[in-house]
């Protein structure tokens, strides 16, 4: 069994720093794509961040400069730094990845969610 498991999220002001962290665990043999989803109440699940397993990284626009997503690959888990957060960063955020099983197959995996409230 294969799993995501996130940690990190709370309370921030704005403007102020805050860090998630998402570790894979089981019976992995590689992991793919890492990234970061947020749902917003009344709004749709969006992408904030996904890296690739060679580091390139893509961000919503919403998002750039402020926010910084990394992975550690010996510890198969991925990061979400999130600096000067507003208000409208307020969401449940979501970790997800692409893992190949030790099993070969392949499997999408979210996160349980954490949420992140930016107060103003």
């Known amino acids: 069994q294969v799993q995501l498991v996130e940690s990190g999220g709370g309370w921030v002001q704005a403007g102020g720093s805050l860090s998630l962290s998402c570790a894979a665990s089981?019976?992995?043999?590689?992991?793919?794509?890492m990234g970061w989803y947020r749902q917003a109440p009344g709004k749709q699940r969006e992408l904030v961040a996904a890296?690739?397993?060679?580091?390139?990284?893509n961000y919503a626009d919403s998002v750039k400069g402020r926010f910084t997503i990394s992975r550690d690959n010996a510890k198969n888990t991925v990061y979400l730094q999130m600096n000067s957060p507003r208000p409208e960063d307020t969401a449940v955020y979501y970790c997800?990845?692409?893992?190949?099983?030790?099993?070969?197959?392949?499997?999408?995996?979210w996160g349980q969610g954490t949420l992140v409230t930016v107060s103003s």
């Open positions: 997800n990845a692409g893992v190949v099983a030790t099993s070969r197959s392949y499997l999408e995996l």
């Open positions: 089981g019976s992995i043999f590689s992991i793919n794509n």
């Open positions: 890296i690739t397993s060679g580091g390139r990284r």
